[in-house]
């Protein structure tokens, strides 16, 4: 099968492309149209001054990091142990960490409000910081899969039980093992699941709505309906961020854990292998 | 390298035995470590969906019924889930054609490489650009005021609106959601086109096959199970989109998701027995089709070794 | 009038030219082998043969009909492949029955042929299977059938037997050359395994880096091969040093014992240093009513094999050379250190080189 100049491939990524730029530009351009009669940045002026954009998004900032914080101290200890000493938990595990794909948001915040509200045990919903606790945890569970999914193919990529059960061989205690081999190996896998976290929960709107929290997600629908440019300028802001956590993210997650930014682990490594 | 590093391990063991109180304090340790991960998803996952389950099967007495189920199937809730079934399955039916042959070209369709890597790439940010920003980035596209909606009506003199076309539709709603299906169904279907060995078209052609005799007799039925697959993760993606449609539609737009919704923030219903309900068939759409996915997942691997 | 022709191939992928003015006649119904290392061009012939490449140059001729410009689906050529390429999504009959499928056979002739077919490769009732379902050796096997089902002219094989077990393999072979005889198709075999090339063909081409190094039988390519290349290649091959005395009379001496060798380099002078090449097994160990030449020595290693014990022997002067000897229960093998006497005769040795020399040079 010879064949000369792939029309139909090259069709049929012009047609994609096309589908995938034209909003893009539409949305940039629309952007810009606020001021009658020229292009102007003032949208993004406008966008940028609102002290509402300045307060959800922090707010929103805030608890993704919690969240990436706190899913990271539940998942990366996990992982390790599972690999480690808990094979046969392993398939409850991973079977736990892919239930947040099947059950849906709005399911969950709903179990959540009902379960955590004025009158049960643990009553979250009743006080503010319970709530903001209740938010975080939430997208804790929404990024699980993510995180497991992250950090434990960054330890199965440097086979941890044989680097542990060899760091120890040669005298090094369990928590020398965890902070000097096991930390800096898995450490860019952390890192990409970081991001992914992130960008799931920045601009995250259910959760927030229902649990009424001042977060970036229902900011932006409330914009939606009150303005007609400013959300234009939201969206290119926040496709211009997703671009760049989700480029960070692929540059952390392909990484090997001995390349760039680590220098200290190779030397590290071969030192404490060699006999 | 593992293999050697493994039996340096074992060798230093094995010449000097590990006393026995350290055996024991590492076993109560293995299952301390798995504790905080199981009473976590236990507690903020497991009881509060069995808690919307045991709910949808009770009256608001506490009492067991079937009644909230089969109140799913009067006319307002049948039609949301009706409706939303319809979306997912557009949405997610021509993101996977359109995604099939997208990787199709990409891949196979003798173009340059660097393509290849632009479309992944772009693939895997568009792919997570969903929720709020997307509905606004349509709204300037698509909406009634939208750049191509205003191109097309001054420069090419077709008015979408008046044609009955609105982004706030059906299908307005199946075109917005194409900008993350397409995406994830390239990234998804990537690997089941690359696993299609050059070896099995030039088997083919020696053995008289044409182009298309290929694609239909090995070709696409190799690729069956992984499409439908796909498919499969598409809908279930499309199934629980929220976001995307109140940021579009308000809550006009009455598909599961938005009625729970509203459910939940004004008991709409006047039953939130009925709510536990919605939520409770929700999963299990989500359920059936994950599962059905992952059995088509087993089947594909199992062909491509 | 030869059934396959090649002229003058050549074939080159951006700079590098793989194949270089390759030309080959075969007579119908020779089971030919491409033998040589990897990156010879071998499997660049085969598939510029099948139709998947095309010849920068040159043509192609089968059964006198001009195939160059023919797509591989026109070519009417059965290919088997090294990892067996069968289609996953159907059973064996229906991979075996495709190339009938296509050609727009009746399902009854299909259904016949495919029976016929698996019998013949000895896996009848197996039409049910899929290729998950069956061994490597099956699944070529089955590979097998599927190309020869719809009677091709000629039957290219792409190493077809290196990705499966050694015990697979030597049984796999000589069932290939079983049904390519009792079909008598023109087969066109690819390997780097020496064996297995000289065990079923009828002749051998041996290339390297793109051109034929020898075409001829296997009894040829091995006892008089035309290159050192190809001496050193298949099998093995002592050497044994010596000076040149009389190079007129192709007189050299080795210690005090005078050889009268087949050949000598031309530019071999009297008190040059040479090497003699010999096959192993055309050296024995002397039992006292020997003809041609001795030479004694000591055993320097000697390792049993089993039926064959292969000895190290040192002549002195750095020439260890090696010997085997068959097992015999009532001897055991010498211990190493014990003296021997080797005889040879000077018609057994392959080549001569200028000593210096690189050995494949």
Known sequence: ?275 | MTAMIESVANDVRVGQPIPTRNIAARVSWSWLGAIPYFAFTTLFMLIPVAYLFIGAFQNQQGEFTFANLIDLTSPNIAASYWLSIRLSFASAAIGTIAGLLLAYAVIMGGLPSWLRHAFTTFSGVASNFAGVPLAFAFIATLGRLGLVTIILKQVFGIDLYASGFTLYSFWGLALTYLYFQLPLMLLVITPAVEGLKPEWREAAQSLGANRAQYWLEVGLPVLTPSVLGCFLLLFANAFGTLATVIALTGSNFSVVPIVLFQQIRGNVLYNPNLGYAIAFGMVVIMVLSNTLYLVLRARAERWQK | MSFLDLHAINKSFGPNTVVKDFNLSLARGKFVSFLGPSGCGKTTVLRIIAGFENPSSGTIHIDGQDVTGLTASQRKIGMVFQAYALFPNMNAAGNVGFGLKVAGASRDEIEARVAEMLKLVGLLGFEKRFPFELSGGQQQRVALARAIAPRPRMLLLDEPLSALDAKIRVSLRAQIREIQRELGITTVFVTHDQEEALSVSDDIVVMHAGLIEQHGNPFDIYNRPATPFVADFIGQLNTLHAEVAEPSRNMVRIGAAELNVPSLPAIARAGDRVALKLRPESMRLANGHDRGIALSGHVAHASFLGSVVRLGIDLGGGDVVKLDSFNDRQTLPPEVGAPLTITFLVDDIVSTQMANQQRSA
């Open chain 1, 1 to 275: 099968m010879k064949h000369g100049f792939p029309i139909a491939s090259t069709l049929i990524v012009f047609v994609a492309a096309a589908y995938f730029l034209v909003p893009l530009y539409a949305t940039f351009q629309f952007s810009l149209q606020m001021k009658r009669g020229e292009l102007s940045l003032a949208s993004y002026a406008s966008v940028l001054a609102s002290a509402d954009f300045i307060n959800t998004l922090s707010y929103s900032a805030i608890a993704s990091f919690a969240a990436i914080l706190f899913g990271a101290i539940l998942v990366v200890p996990t992982a390790y142990w599972v690999r480690l000493k808990l094979q046969k938990l392993r398939p409850a595990v991973e079977f736990l960490s892919l239930l947040p794909l099947i059950i849906p948001p709005v399911v969950l915040v709903f179990g959540h409000i009902r379960l955590f509200g004025s009158s049960s045990i643990l009553p979250l919903t009743m006080t503010s910081t319970g709530t903001d606790i209740l938010l975080i945890v939430g997208y804790v569970v929404l990024s699980l899969p993510y995180m497991f999914r992250a950090v434990d193919n960054g330890m199965a990529a440097i086979d941890i039980a044989t680097l542990t059960e060899a760091a120890e061989s040669l005298g090094a205690s369990r928590l020398r093992t965890i902070v000097e081999i096991i930390f800096p190996n898995v450490r860019s896998a952390i890192v990409a699941g970081a991001f992914l976290t992130f960008s799931i929960s920045l601009g995250e709107f259910v959760l927030a709505s229902l649990l009424n929290r001042p977060a970036f997600g229902p900011y932006m629908v409330q914009l939606g309906e009150d303005r007609a440019y400013e959300p234009a300028a939201l969206a290119i802001l926040s496709f211009a961020l997703t671009w760049i956590l989700m480029l960070l993210m692929q540059l952390f997650a392909t990484r090997k854990p001995n390349q760039r930014l680590l220098p200290r682990f190779g030397t590290g490594q071969s030192r404490k292998l060699a006999p």
